[in-house]
């Protein structure tokens, strides 16, 4: 048997928060979701928790398990040990249980404008990209959103409004896109207090991206690129 210590809470009626501890039958290839269902079906039909794809594709099942951000569907138990605690995503509100209010997280996401723009006239059939131009956002392109990122990061932690790495991430894979061409939009859509220099490379969004993406790396190109922008408009280049 595996032991699950999982986080409790349900605003609504609780006053405090608590972990409620469940024995599962730890099962050849268990993953952590399998066993957050066993419990939903066997044990405890109040527990709440997101899936979908169960597939690590839509970034639904994102939590802090054993002491690190993870998607609980491709997260295998057998690794951890016998006891798996589980926590929600940080610095966002608790809805209930594992399940967080991602208002927040999203609302950064739309704010660098998370689609193609482009200045010139759109082509009649499809934007046509080079190889070489595609390998430009082949580390960016991945990101499926599940906030493991944004919940390891102290910067988020202390200020909800700063955009956060999946945001600038986000803006990143459009930033080198050959197929955007309004750079200067996108520059001054993360060029404030809030955005690309509010991060302090901490590098923690690094290391807990379920798909292997690099944020800090992408920011620190944009700091880059946005420094370039303004000296040549500062020298009129
Ligand atoms: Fe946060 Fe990542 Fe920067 S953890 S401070 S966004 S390098």
């Known amino acids: ?13 609780d006053k405090t928060i608590r972990f409620d501890r469940f024995e599962v039958p730890d099962k050849k290839g268990l993953t952590v979701l399998d066993g ?3 419990i939903l079906e066997n044990l405890d039909g ?10 690590g594709v839509c ?29 929600p995503l ?42 070489a131009q595609r390998k430009k956002i082949e580390s960016l392109i991945d ?10 990061c102290p910067v988020a932690a202390g200020e909800p409004n700063y955009l956060g790495p999946h945001a600038l991430l986000k803006a990143a894979r459009f930033i080198f896109d050959s197929r955007d061409t309004n750079d200067r939009e996108r520059i001054n859509l993360i060029n404030h207090n809030l955005g690309v220099f509010r991060c302090h490379t901490i590098f923690n969004c690094q290391q807990v991206c379920p798909k292997k993406i690099d944020p800090s790396e992408a920011i620190a190109r944009m ?3 946005t420094v370039w922008s303004k000296l040549r408009g500062f020298f009129g280049s």
């Open 46 to 55: 109040s527990l709440a928790f997101r899936s979908s794809c169960r597939a």
């Open 223 to 225: 700091k880059m690129k």
């Open 1 to 13: 048997m595996a032991t699950f210590h999982i986080f409790r809470f349900d605003p609504t009626k």
């Open 36 to 38: 957050l269902y066993y």
């Open 90 to 131: 940080a610095h966002l509100p608790v809805l209930k249980d594992l399940v967080v209010d991602l208002t927040n997280f999203f609302r950064h996401y739309e704010k660098i404008k998370p689609y193609l723009i482009t200045n010139d006239q759109p082509p009649k059939k499809e934007f046509i990209q080079q190889p």
């Open 143 to 152: 990101c499926i959103l599940c906030g493991a990122c944004y919940g390891s």
């Open 59 to 87: 970034g639904s099942c994102a939590m802090h398990i054993n002491g690190q951000y993870r998607l609980s569907c491709t997260t295998s138990v057998k690794p951890l040990g016998k006891n798996v605690t589980i926590r």
